[in-house]
Nanobody, 125 residues
Framework: QMKLVESGGGLVQAGGSLRLSCAHF????????MGWFRQTPGAEREFVAA????????YYGASAEGRFSMFRDNGKNTVYLQMNSLQPEDTAVYYC??????????????????WGQGTQVVVSS
């Protein structure tokens, strides 16, 4: 069982930065993956980033590449999504997610078992 709690969303101007946090409560070990997704009204949930618990390697969606960075703090049982150079099109609800099936289909919503409640990010122009 895994519980995920996101925080850090808010309102920011275009060009600004935000850091999202995802506190995870549950046992973690290799072959697990933490992911970030985002969703806007009427759209499908979009892959943003993922981190392999085994070796800390990270993977990014096209919209995040070069601007966002995902990392973890094992001591705080927290993963972060540092978002820089934010643009209005980054406005969405951001979700933290957890899967136990390794790196297979890490960009697929369906492969994640546990989800947080989401945190809203609004980027004004």
């Amino acid at each position: 069982q895994m519980k995920l709690v996101e925080s850090g969303g808010g309102l920011v101007q275009a060009g600004g930065s935000l850091r999202l946090s995802c506190a995870h409560f549950g046992r973690t070990f290799g072959n697990q993956v933490m992911g970030w997704f985002r969703q806007t009204p009427g759209a499908e949930r979009e892959f943003v980033a993922a981190l392999s618990w085994d070796d800390g390697s990270t993977y990014y969606g096209a919209s995040a590449e070069g601007r966002f960075s995902m990392f973890r703090d094992n001591g705080k049982n927290t993963v972060y999504l540092q978002m820089n150079s934010l643009q209005p099109e980054d406005t969405a609800v951001y979700y933290c997610a957890f899967k136990t099936s390794g790196l297979v289909a890490l960009r697929s919503v369906e492969s994640y078992t546990y989800w947080g409640q989401g945190t809203q990010v609004v980027v004004s122009s």
